[in-house]
C-alpha cells in the first residue's frame, strides 16, 4: 500500500503504537497518535514524538479532534469495540492493526507463529535456529520488538519471525506469512472474546491468506506448520504443511521417550539441550518445522538450539534444598499450560501447586482427574481462589492472600522429594503488574525464605516484592 500523503491515526502510544507512527512518517504518511491517557509519562512521549513531526492527541484532545482519517492503525492492546476505535472510523475510516501495517512494508519472508502457549519460546528457538543455519533472522512482533520497530531498525534480514497474538490476528487483511505455525489451542482471553469459538477464529486467521503461489516475498507458495492432531479442513488449509506431535508417531516431526524424530528417524535427545518436559518437545519440533519449511538444513539447526535457555517463568528452576524443588512457571496463564508444566515434572515427584489469579471467565475443573493423580495440596489465590477451591473439591486446598503467604505454606507443607510449583493458570493482572512481576516476586519470596529458614522457622518469612 502507498501511504504517501495519507492523514493516519495511530491509536494508542503503547510501543507498537510508536513503531506504527514511525513507519508511517518514513513512508511519507501524515501519522498522529490518540492516546486516551494525559498522565506525565504520555506526556513526555508526546514531546518527543511531536519534536519527530509526529502529531499527538492526549486525553481531552483527543475528544476534540475532528480530523477524518484516511486510515486508522490499531494497537493490539485496544479491543476494536473501544470508544477511541468508533470515534475514529465513524466516517468510514479503515482499520487495520500494526501487524497489517508492518506487513504492507516488509518485502522479507515471513515466518509467523501464534497459539495459546509457547509463542515466544518457539519464536525465540525458530530465530536462533535460523541463523545456525546461515540465516539473518530476526525476532518481533509480540514477543516485546514491534513489527513496525524491527522494520524500521534491520535493513539486512533475510526472515522475520513474527510472534502473532489473536489480538493482533484479529484486524488482519492481506498479511500472509511464508510459514504460518500454529502450536496448540486451548481456551483463553474469554474476558474479551464473546466464546472459545470466536477465541481460536482469531487464531485460525494465520492461514486465511496462505497460497501455493508466489508471494511479495517469495519466489515460492506458502507452508503450514500444525499440530498433528489437528485437520487440515478444519483450519481452512490449502497449501503444503509440516505437522509435530508428542503423542502419534504419525506425524513428520514427533517425540517419543525423549528421543526427537523426523521422517521416521531419531535426530535428537532432549538430554543434549537445556530444555525439558513435552511443551517444550513442541516448541522444538515447531520450530526445526518451520525451519524447514524454508529449506534450513535440519543438523545445522539442532546445533544451534543446544545451548539455548528458555525464557524466565516458564517452567523455570528457581532453588533446591533438601531435595525440595521450586519451579517458577509464571507464565502459565492457561489451563493448557498449567497441565503442561504438571506434565513435565517427574512422575515420582509429588507436587505442591501454587495456582489462581485474574478471573478470565473458564473453570479448573477440568484439570482435576490429572491433579487427584499428581498433586500433594494446592496453594490458590486471587480473585479465583475461592472458585477453583470449589471446583478441585477433592484435593487438598490452602487459600492465602499473598504469593508471599503462598510460598511460606508450600514450605511448610513440604517435604523431601517434593517439587513447589508456582503454574497459575490464569493471568496476573488482579494482583501484579504482569506474569513477569508476579514470577519475580515468588523467586524473591523463595530465596528470602531459604535464605532465612536458617535461622528462623521458614512459615513466618514473607519477604517483599
Not at 483450519?235 to 514427533?254: H, M, R, W
Not at 531435595?323 to 507436587?351: C, F, G, H, Q, Y
Not at 507443607?413 to 503488574?433: C, H, Q, V
Not at 519475580?440 to 535461622?455: I, M, P, Q, R, Y
Amino acid at each position: 500500500m502507498n501511504y504517501r500523503g495519507k492523514k493516519c491515526a495511530v491509536l494508542g502510544m503503547a510501543r507498537s503504537g510508536l513503531a506504527a507512527a514511525r513507519l508511517l512518517l518514513r513512508e511519507g504518511a501524515f501519522p498522529s497518535i490518540l492516546e486516551s491517557r494525559d498522565d506525565e509519562l504520555s506526556q513526555r512521549k508526546a514531546l518527543l514524538l511531536r519534536s519527530e513531526n509526529i502529531t499527538v492527541f492526549l486525553g481531552k484532545e483527543v475528544d476534540e479532534d475532528s480530523t477524518i482519517y484516511d486510515l486508522a492503525i490499531l494497537s493490539p492492546g485496544i479491543e476494536t469495540t473501544a470508544p477511541l476505535v468508533k470515534k475514529v472510523t465513524q466516517h468510514g475510516t479503515p482499520l487495520i492493526g500494526e501487524l497489517e501495517l508492518a506487513y504492507s512494508c516488509c518485502h522479507r519472508p515471513i515466518i509467523a507463529i501464534t497459539g495459546t502457549n509457547g509463542k515466544t519460546t518457539t519464536t525465540e528457538l525458530t530465530t536462533k535456529a535460523l541463523q545456525g543455519a546461515g540465516l539473518r533472522a530476526i525476532a518481533c512482533g509480540n514477543i516485546g520488538l514491534p513489527f513496525s520497530e524491527a522494520i524500521l531498525q534491520n535493513n539486512q534480514v533475510d526472515v522475520f519471525v513474527v510472534e502473532a497474538s489473536s489480538f493482533q490476528l484479529e484486524t488482519i487483511q492481506r498479511f500472509r506469512p511464508r510459514v504460518a505455525l500454529l502450536l496448540n489451542l486451548s481456551p483463553n482471553h474469554l474476558d474479551r472474546y464473546s466464546s472459545v469459538e470466536e477465541y481460536y477464529a482469531a487464531k485460525f486467521n494465520i492461514f486465511k491468506n496462505l497460497s501455493a503461489e508466489p508471494s511479495q516475498s517469495s519466489s515460492g507458495g506458502d507452508v503450514a506448520v500444525i499440530p498433528a492432531s489437528l485437520y487440515r479442513d478444519e483450519l481452512g488449509i490449502k497449501v503444503p504443511y509440516i505437522t509435530f506431535s508428542t503423542k502419534s508417531d504419525d506425524a513428520d516431526f514427533y517425540f517419543h521417550d525423549g528421543l526427537f524424530f523426523y521422517q521416521g528417524k531419531s535426530f535428537l535427545s532432549i538430554k543434549d539441550t537445556l530444555l525439558r518436559g513435552l511443551h517444550n518437545a513442541e516448541n522444538l519440533m515447531a520450530a526445526f518445522a518451520a525451519g524447514r519449511a524454508l529449506g534450513a538444513p535440519l543438523e545445522r539447526m539442532v546445533q544451534a538450539v543446544k545451548d539455548y535457555r528458555a525464557p524466565a517463568h516458564r517452567c523455570e528452576w528457581v532453588a533446591q534444598e533438601n531435595d525440595i524443588i521450586w519451579m517458577n512457571d509464571s507464565k502459565s496463564t492457561t489451563l493448557d499450560a498449567l497441565e503442561k508444566a504438571v506434565l513435565s515434572i517427574e512422575a515420582s515427584r509429588p507436587i505442591i501447586l501454587i495456582a489462581g489469579g485474574k478471573n478470565k471467565g473458564f473453570s479448573f475443573e477440568s484439570l482435576l482427574p490429572l491433579l487427584q493423580k499428581r498433586l500433594k495440596a494446592a496453594i490458590l489465590l486471587g480473585e479465583l481462589k475461592f472458585n477453583i477451591a470449589a471446583q478441585w473439591h477433592s484435593l487438598e486446598c490452602h487459600l492465602v492472600e499473598s504469593l508471599q503467604e503462598a510460598v511460606a505454606r508450600a514450605a511448610a507443607l513440604a517435604t523431601r522429594g517434593d517439587t513447589i510449583l508456582l503454574s497459575p493458570g490464569t493471568s496476573s493482572y488482579d494482583m501484579f503488574e504482569n506474569y513477569e512481576e508476579r514470577g519475580d516476586c515468588f523467586k524473591n519470596a523463595v530465596h528470602t525464605l531459604l535464605k532465612s529458614s536458617k535461622t528462623s522457622h521458614p512459615s513466618i518469612i514473607y519477604s517483599p516484592c
